[in-house]
């Protein structure tokens, strides 16, 4: 019996390996991911007080179908522990964009990735600003006309301390 429950126990256990490694494969650009990224913004940790979602470096990269954001945060992100996390980028098209306090004005676009229904399963979503006032306010409380679901127009991966995240 302990032999059998030993046997099971290893096939659940390589399963659940598996399944994260289809998973991550999924996950990641249909290309991979690039081995050149493009320091753009830091944002030093201010002496130990910044959280899991507190983002220390963002990186860019592109190529001729792709968008490619790498968001090194403070401490490893983790949906299961913090449900409540959302890593996000402003896209600005025309340079009118600016930032006053923590409140970003003036983007087109906010691209990011949460776990909208805290199921587990999370989403990528891409917003048009479309009242043009920056704030992203009109889409409160129902995101789902952003919602993507093609992995071959955008996902995320998290690797180490960093969410990758891109979009066709």
Known sequence: ????????TVVIISSIIVGQAIFEILSAPPGG????????????DEGGTDN???VLNAYIAMDENYLYLRLCCVNTPNFTQHPDSRYKWFIDLNGNGYLSGGTVYGSEYLFFVEDTNNDGVRDVYLLKDLNGDG???EWSGN???GLI???SIAGYEII???VLLYLN
Do not use: A, E
């Open 1 to 8: 019996m302990q032999k059998r429950f030993l046997i099971g």
């Open 33 to 44: 991911w690039p081995s050149n990224w493009t320091l753009f913004d830091t944002d030093p």
């Open 149 to 151: 679901t093609n992995s």
């Open 143 to 145: 995101y789902s006309g």
């Open 52 to 54: 899991h979602r507190d």
């Open 135 to 137: 704030m992203f306010s």
């Open 160 to 162: 180490g301390n960093c």
